[in-house]
């Protein structure tokens, strides 16, 4: 099965700093790969899908970008609301999987 | 406005099984366009899917659970249900069901229940 392996695990930034997420599939998985953000307490929601597509209603400060293995969730001026896990998952073939979560967190 | 909904034992003893069901609301199960999922969340862990069936009741499931676990369809309720057998206090976590669109290209999870809280105890 394709691994999704995330980085960093955990980060803190200042408001306003520019934020990067990395997700790394064992194998390609062409652009098959959304990206959730989950607050604390709460339901993921779904926030890009086929890589780099905005869902409706998300801010346009998030954008994502990437494509085979490398894959890369960035938020160009993190707010306080983004205090969240955010996860990766592949969707190319079942078994779908996602990545273990990237804590972020305001300095 | 598409809902979820899980509902369920919130505890069940070590070896026995966990059933769970996911009633939708504001979409048919049987419109040939979804395939309807159940993604696990121990606390303070990450998400696992565990599997998902398409209206005509094929199913897809997560190899690391396949042999304990069995997804079904009722169209007639529009509800989805899992069941998990033999389970252990490892299987205690939040059990969401979620919605994607069944098309080539497509996996993502737009739409997702609040999720049920089940502990395995004695």
């Known amino acids: 099965d394709i691994q999704m392996t995330q980085s960093p695990s955990s980060l803190s930034a200042s408001v306003g700093d520019r934020v990067t997420i990395t997700c790394r599939a064992s194998q390609g998985i062409s652009n098959y790969l959304a990206w959730y953000q989950q607050k604390p307490g709460k339901v993921p929601n779904l926030l890009i899908y086929?890589?780099?597509t905005l869902h409706p209603g998300v801010p346009s400060r998030f954008s994502g970008s990437g494509s085979g293995t490398d894959f890369t969730l960035t938020i160009s001026s993190l707010q306080p609301e983004d205090v969240a896990t955010y996860y990766c998952q592949k969707y190319n073939t079942v078994p779908w999987t996602f990545g273990q979560g990237t804590k972020v967190e305001i300095k | 406005q598409v809902q979820l909904q899980e509902s369920g034992p919130g505890l069940v003893k070590p070896s026995q099984t966990l059933s769970l069901t996911c009633t939708i609301s504001?979409?048919?199960?049987?419109?040939?366009?979804?395939?309807w999922s159940w993604i696990r969340q121990p606390a303070g862990k990450g998400l696992e899917w565990i599997g998902r069936i398409y209206s005509s009741g094929s199913t897809d499931y997560n190899p690391s659970l396949n042999s304990r676990v069995t997804i079904s369809v009722d169209t007639s309720e529009n509800q989805i249900s899992l069941k998990l057998n033999s389970v252990t206090a490892a299987d205690t976590a939040v059990y969401y069901c979620?919605?994607?669109?069944?098309?080539?290209?497509?996996?993502?999870?737009?739409?997702w229940g609040q999720g049920t809280l089940v502990t395995v105890s004695s």
């Open positions: 086929a890589a780099s």
């Open positions: 504001g979409a048919f199960i049987n419109s040939n366009n979804y395939y």
């Open positions: 979620a919605r994607s669109i069944a098309m080539s290209g497509k996996g993502e999870f737009d739409y």
